[in-house]
């Protein structure tokens, strides 16, 4: 909290972390926030003190997973069929940004999705630890690696992860589709196999 009373999100990591989380992160966010990109959060502060590194952000609401969850009274916890579009739409959007800038999530899902604090029509695309650059300098695409280990969350992985290839903007667009499929229907699972 700021002298002002204003809620911000923080992110600490450890320099002798081995995974360099929080580096992905602020640099992801810091590409998107040169084309002001709208379905991102905001750095407002980074640094280190003593022995950990931190990167202050806006604060976010409820991730997707967690509306969709809500109403602890309801026999079918799914959005309705209107709800469903525009969110994907939305997610759509953060997808296409983060895409502009150079970059694969690697990790689309609903738990990595979150409604804005006061302006609960926008949706936050959050988490970059698992983020790879997919162009290079000069904005030529990267050629694949012959060997891609396991990225994502295994409901929403695309079929590129199961079997280890190289992910490309596509599968980022695959695990959308399932993340739609998990909005709407009772049985989203079920589809899935």
Not at 57 to 82: I, N, Q
Request: proline share 2%; aromatic share 12%.
């Amino acid at each position: 909290m700021n002298k002002k009373g204003e809620l911000y999100a923080m992110k600490t990591e450890s320099v002798k972390s081995c995974n360099k989380v929080l580096k992905a992160e602020y640099y992801v966010l810091n590409e998107l926030k040169r084309i002001k990109a709208q379905h991102f959060c905001t750095i407002i502060d980074s640094g280190r003190i003593g022995e950990i590194k931190y990167v202050v952000m806006t604060l976010v609401g409820a991730t997707l997973t967690e509306l969709r969850k809500f109403d602890p009274t309801a026999k079918v916890h799914k959005f309705s069929l209107g709800c469903a579009l525009s969110v994907g739409i939305k997610c759509l959007e953060a997808i296409k940004e983060i895409h502009s800038v150079g970059y694969l999530h690697r990790d689309i899902k609903p738990g990595n999705y979150a409604i804005g604090r006061a302006e609960v029509r926008n949706i936050y695309l959050l988490d970059f630890g698992m983020c790879r650059k997919y162009k290079d300098n000069a904005s030529n695409i990267r050629n694949p690696r012959s060997f891609a280990g396991f990225r994502g969350t295994v409901r929403y992985a695309p079929l590129s992860c199961h079997v280890a290839r190289e992910q490309s903007r596509k599968d980022d667009l695959e695990s959308w589709l399932y993340q739609q499929v998990y909005y709407y229907f009772k049985y989203a699972y079920v589809l899935r196999n």
